[in-house]
């Protein structure tokens, strides 16, 4: 008998490590053989601990799991959920990316290939640079990070650039609220990041990788550094790749708490060992990157959908999506949701269904107020715009960003002065400090803001001003994006803003 | 606040340094380091920082100052953290941090006068489908209340 245990993060903030240890004690007083494999998380994270259970080749799900559940499980007797694929959260998604996240260990590079791994490395080192990039062009990918710059051309900017040293890094900063697809899949299935930078370093002629991990995420970390250093054992990293005589090898490095440091420019900067202030572009990192050198910068998300980019094509990639937005987008759900979780699927999914439908509405039960999408730079939209579709200029069109892609739900008792207030003190808080409306206007946002909460109506145009500084003077999108939570709030729930100036009188 | 900073043997640090020379861009491992051998970056670091990688004492601390993560003294024996991000918001992470802070008598980034408890926040722990989210010495919490996140600080 094989039973699958997550080892993800969030199954270990519910219970993971008790559950595991419970079923190997049990097991063994019982005298049964039972094979514990710690997996990635399948993602449905209000089932976490997820346990599965192996018999006869074939691999039934159990969860939420706790401790006392462990006999019935071992009798066979706890009511399960079936087969993960046929649970209707899982089973109406399209899984490219994430396609092996919880299936295997994720440690296990001999389980990687047999689920399709290493195909697409395999075909690229067959290929020429140009043609490797040409494929990542055809395919529509954009970067996943937040901006959406298409990554082949990105790519082919380096691949051009004539330099004795180029880099690819990766950004595993992953510091917006509501986002946690780059954790669950460094987690869960590293060697497709690996595969991935690997890829990048054949087309671009980069022989050496960073990967730039926030130190909020012990555990991605870990798994990141035991799978590199697998790597580098088992061939796939090292000066002759799979054999190849072509040269990729890696590091990961340790973010120190900063959220700025997630701009690619600060990253940089801090990855050389300097203060994370963000740098004035040009030069483009693409050009003059890491120590100077051109460089890579891709977002955890883009760098691991290369691979099935690789193995499956171009165009297998770009037949799904919606106009612009090719492709699939690994969509986080979280906040005040009934079904929080990661739901890989295709662009084009109306807001509302993602947040009634699919994740069943809230979990107080209470009735959806706003939704924030794209982390803290990100707009509130409001029930009324539920049916804008998933897509980087559907959002773009409606004043919002898809960002990251988290989506964070609150029910009707969020009072948006408060989450406006919020955006500007974390604009204050983690600002770089290099412009002055950013370093300033933020703390100047917080003080009109309560200001506006007290009952002071005339600080309203004041905050409208102050956002309007902040976005045209600012040098990086800490400072110029903050106004979209802010003013989204703002004049998408005036109620709360005018309730506030009733209760002060 | 901790009542002594005990001063760390310079021999300590530099070999703490050492480790990392080979490093491209050693500065934050080193100091990541550092922080995990004597819980906080000693002041006697700055110095020999700045000599090994031939930087001004000014730039060194201007990096250390920097970043949230580094400490110059050090924390409570236990560590708590509350995210105060958007998810957990949503989920009541307010009012359970302020519970948390009331019955220590504390503020953010404070430490109770024992040197038992310090609590920080931080923004954001990638568990937000499953929030209010907390981390107790290295320890994940989901769907976090204030009584366990102080029970498994021993508060
Ligand atoms: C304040 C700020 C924070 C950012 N944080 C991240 C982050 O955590 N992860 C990320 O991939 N991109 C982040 N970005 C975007 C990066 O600057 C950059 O666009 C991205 O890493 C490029 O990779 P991609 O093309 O694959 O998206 C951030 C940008 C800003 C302005
Ligand atoms: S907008 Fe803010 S974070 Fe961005 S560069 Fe300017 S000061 Fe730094
Ligand atoms: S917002 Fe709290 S863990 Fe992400």
Redesign the pocket.
Known sequence: MKVYVPRDAAAKALGANAVAASIAEEAARRGLTVEIVRNGTRGMIWLEPLVEVETDGKRLAYGPVNVADVPALLDGTLPGLGPVEDIPFFARQTRLTFARCGLIDPLDLVAYEAHGGLAGLRRALTMSAEDIVGEVKASGLR?????G?P?GI?WDTVRTAEAPQKYIVC?A????SGTFADRMLMEGDPFTLIEGMAIAGLATGATKGFVYIRSEYPDAIEVMESAVRIGRTEGLLGPNVLGSGRAFDMEIRVGAGA??C???TSLLNSLEGKRGVVRAKPPLPALEGLFGRPTV???VL?LATIQVILEKGAAHYAAFGLGRSKGTMPIQIAGNVKHGGLFETAFGLPLGDLVSDIAGGTASGRPVKAVQVGGPLGAYIPVAQFDTPFGYEEFDQKGGLIG?AGIVVFDDSADMLKMARFAMEFCAVESCGKCTPCRLGAVRGVETIDRIARGDADAVPLLTDLCATMKDGSL???GGFTPFPVMSALTRFPDDFARAKEAAE | MPATVKAVPDEQISAVIAEFMSLDGPLLPMLHALQARFGHIPAAAVPLLADALNLGKAEVHGVISFYHDFRDAPSGRHVIRICRAEACQAMGGETMAERVLARLGLDWHGTTANGAVTVEPVYCLGLCACGPAAMVDGRLIGRAEAGRILAEAGA
């Open positions: 970067g996943r990070g937040g901006a710059f990554t990105k950004n900063d992953e510091g917006d959220y700025v997630g701009e690619e910068v891709n977002n883009s990251h990086c999108a800490l």
